[in-house]
């Protein structure tokens, strides 16, 4: 990217990001989806770099507004025909395989147990976002596709999931400790 279009970028997205983000929220009612609303919009923005003159224009305003509200309106569609896979039940407590201590098959379906929990408290769409790319091990390109959002995005939820699971872990010790 060249000097001056970094810096028409960085007028941009110091005079829209905000504004951005409202319109955004406005049409999503999430601050996530809006922050990837912003992120999404900014990609576009970058793409037709060279069509914007100058960053204060009332035509360029014109034209950051109509890119976020279409991203924010691709994205709400997008949420509403995403389909959540369920998680099954797991009845293998009873089922030890050869050879393994019962003490330690116990643990490891506790284990897995708790990490269902975590899993269930997380909002469907994060919740599906982990169990595709660690539980399937898909690569983002395929967990973009089946979530019908694009790979950033993909990414950031994926990174905000991983963020909550591990406060959430942290929370649960502390109630088995203190239990």
Avoid at 30 to 56: M, Q, T, Y
Wanted: hydrophobic share 35%; aromatic share 6%; glycine share 2%.
């Amino acid at each position: 990217m060249k000097p001056e279009d970094s810096e028409k970028l960085q007028r941009i997205y110091e005079i829209y990001e905000q504004p951005m983000y409202r319109i955004a929220f406005a049409v999503l009612r999430n601050p996530e989806l809006a922050e990837d609303a912003v992120s999404d919009a900014f990609v576009r923005i970058i793409d037709r770099l060279k069509k914007i003159r100058d960053p204060e224009s009332e035509k360029t305003k014109a034209y950051i507004v109509k890119i976020i509200k279409s991203t924010s309106i691709n994205i709400y569609r997008k949420k509403k025909r995403c389909l959540v896979r369920e998680i099954p039940i797991d009845d293998s407590i009873t089922q030890i395989p050869d050879g393994q201590n019962v003490e330690e098959h116990v643990t490891a379906v506790m284990d897995r147990q708790d990490k269902r929990n975590l899993l269930n408290k997380l909002d469907d769409t994060d919740r599906n976002i982990i169990i595709l790319r660690c539980g399937n091990e898909l690569s983002w390109k395929e967990v973009a596709e089946r979530t019908a959002m694009t790979e950033s995005t993909a990414r950031k939820r994926f990174e905000r999931a991983k963020k909550k699971l591990i406060n959430m872990k942290g929370e649960l010790y502390d109630e088995k400790t203190h239990s």
